[in-house]
């Protein structure tokens, strides 16, 4: 649905040119909740503000349904961005509106919907994003996980078919966080849309994402399953996001596990191999006895998973990995 080809942008400060993203090669399907994760700099906000074009690339294309959008004229663009939704960090709603008012902004805009329709349009969204009774509030009466639902339903309004998400839940506690979440991942299934969700946080794109892309100075350094990405991270940018998300503390392993006699592995489980007994029915079969020097088991996203690492002393310990490796558990030999 959303294709980036070779985008590139450069903002000229004080008479030097300087990059903020560089050659971006990316798809997305639609449909899909799809994550961008960088530190603070990297680019995440230039690269969702290319997507609608509120910036324009300095080079390359950006293609939603095959349309390019940077050769719009300025009002076909107008027009194909009432399709795009956008809700960020600090809410942006008008203040001096009530809530109603705040949803009704962007359909009194696109002028296709009389008065009562709109009033009836306003209150389905106040509906959806569970804000009924709050319609004639102003958004200083609200707590920041209420504007950001008002956020949402005025991004919403227009029947868009893809919603950018610019750091949505940093300003909110973690609660709120999940509990925001929740809601696009419910309007993600509901209305079929299509979420392109920036942000600093594992723990955000663990919870709703499909995919991640990783961005670090103005590159995408890794890209993929977020369960893929989570369990078998590449690129140093992403393992320190994951690590740290996990509490993993990398250098730690080496010097534990030197006590530790035998082989080394660490074995990964996806989907239901994470809730059987293959490893202490095989452990028992090949009589190898093991110790479980470090351990997690998590969703991500709905998908349950379990990583071990596992010192293992015995006789047959390649041929009892083999055969955990024919249950579709990956395994990765940290000492022979
Ligand atoms: P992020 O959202 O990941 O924190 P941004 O996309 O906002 O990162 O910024 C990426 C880089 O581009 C940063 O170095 C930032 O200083 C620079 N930048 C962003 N917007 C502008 C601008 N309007 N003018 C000049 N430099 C900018
Ligand atoms: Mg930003």
Redesign the pocket.
Known sequence: MISLENLSKF?R?DGRE?P?LKRIDLNIAAGEIFGVI??????????IRLINLLERPTGGRVLIDDVDLTELTSDQLRKSRQKIGMIFQHFNLLMSKTVAQNVAFPLQVAGELDKAAIATRVAELLDLVGLTDHANKYPAQLSGGQKQRVGIARALANNPKLLLC??ATSALDPQTTASVLQLLLEINQKLKLTIVL?THEMNVIRSICDRVAV?DG?EIVETGPVTQVFLHPQHPTTRRFVYESEHIDESDEADDFAHVPGKIVRLTYKGEATYQSHLSALAREYEIDFSILAGRIERIKDTPCGQLTLGLTGLNTKAMLARLADEGIVIEELRA
């Open positions: 903002y400060v300087i903020a960088g530190h603070s700099g990297a680019g995440k906000s230039t690269l610019d750091e920036i961005i103005g």
